[in-house]
């Protein structure tokens, strides 16, 4: 049986994306990079997917196929942790794509990389 391991996001700097991730998550380096161009983040406790975060020229998508869901509890927690992310180094995103009641804000982190907070209080 297969599960996902690892989520991978492309980068323009290494040790600005692993300062952002560590503090958004909690996430500590698997081991000390080599160099500035791959690393992989691990939860400091417990399990979870691997983020890992390799150097990257290509473009960020305005629209990306494929992103983050980072869940929270309810409204409220939604909101603080998105203005903590913010102080992070987060940006909102304009998102020309919400729907009418979003339960979801878009934002990017410090290397342009979609992802979302999701108030998964309203799901099962």
């Known amino acids: 049986m297969l599960r996902i391991g690892t989520v991978v996001l492309g980068v323009n700097d290494l040790r600005r994306a692993m300062d952002f991730w560590s503090r958004a998550l909690d996430y500590v380096p698997r081991e000390e990079p080599d160099d500035d161009t791959w690393a992989v983040m691990t939860p400091r406790e417990g399990h979870g997917a691997h983020l890992a975060l390799g150097l990257s020229e290509t473009l960020v998508q305005r629209h ?58 309203g799901h099962p």
Not at 90 to 101: F, I, K, M, Q
């Open 64 to 121: 990306p196929r494929v992103h983050l869901d980072l869940y929270a509890g309810d409204a409220a927690d939604q909101a603080a942790e998105v203005e903590r992310l913010v102080r992070l180094g987060a940006e909102r995103v304009d998102w020309d794509l919400y729907p009418e009641d979003p339960d979801f804000v878009v934002l990017a982190d410090t290397e342009g990389n979609r992802f979302c907070v999701i108030n998964t209080a």
